[in-house]
């Protein structure tokens, strides 16, 4: 397959351009701006998902017909993206992939090779990505945990109703009937299959900082007071 044109691509499919024109240097989904600026930005057709590269040239994206959304990766070396299934009735999962962009030349078996396939029920809205670049971490539309750093995504933990991740370290709350259920735990990126629990009797959190969690507690005499962890032991 021959690389399109950026400029007839776009200007022939103006009417039919979507929610996603991702300019690298105002990436909206970035809680950190990343290290390395992608000299790229996403767009989608009625066809699909398709990313310009740096000499205008827009080149489509694998698997991408249900296109719904994208992020780069921090060090900008990868193109994270979502298409939606219809089969999941989860408004925001599907299929997630990767890529490493910059390597895609239009040719549909190059670029075929090229992506990685990393889940078929990603919660695109609880996805998080690791400073590292090669690391996502995320929730299945099941409430499963899982963390990708290449190869195969890794599980960690079941009945997950929220995570979060600073640096190499993820911390995330079980919830199994009710949020007096609540347990926190923590995990390293270096030992996923290494939980431990932290805190199972809290009242609510009210700072996810991991080095100075702020949560509050009820004592004996039903008095609520206020508490301070360094999750990690810092």
């Not at 103006?14 to 290290?35: G, N, R």
């Not at 899982?146 to 995504?153: D, F, I, L, R, V």
């Not at 969690?213 to 962890?229: A, E, K, M, V």
């Amino acid at each position: 397959m021959k690389k399109t044109s950026f400029r007839k691509k776009l200007f022939s499919g103006l009417s039919a351009l979507a929610v996603c024109i991702v300019l690298a240097l105002t990436i909206p989904w970035f809680t950190k701006q990343p290290t390395i600026l992608p000299d790229a930005y996403v767009y989608r057709t009625d066809e699909g998902g398709f990313v310009v590269q740096a000499d205008g040239t827009a080149v489509p994206l694998p698997n991408s017909e249900k296109f719904y959304d994208c992020r780069f990766s921090p060090d900008g070396k990868y193109l994270y993206y979502l298409c939606l299934d219809q089969h999941i009735h989860v408004e925001d999962a599907g299929n997630l992939y990767r890529v490493e962009y910059q390597k895609l030349t239009g040719d549909i078996e190059h670029d075929q090779a090229l992506v990685e396939h990393i889940s078929e029920r990603a919660n695109w809205s609880t996805l998080t990505l690791a400073d590292d670049g090669n690391t996502v971490v995320y929730l299945d539309s099941e409430r499963k945990l899982y963390a990708y750093q290449g190869q195969t995504a890794t599980f960690i933990a079941a009945n997950v109703s929220e995570a979060w991740v600073d640096g190499d370290r993820i911390a995330y709350i079980i919830e199994r009937i009710s949020h007096r259920d609540a347990i926190l735990y923590k995990v390293s990126m270096h030992a996923l299959d290494r939980s431990v629990k932290v805190l199972g009797d809290y009242s609510s959190l009210l700072s996810k900082d991991l080095d100075a969690l702020l949560f509050t507690r009820p004592d004996s005499n039903g008095r609520t007071s206020l508490y301070r962890l360094g999750l990690f032991g810092e």
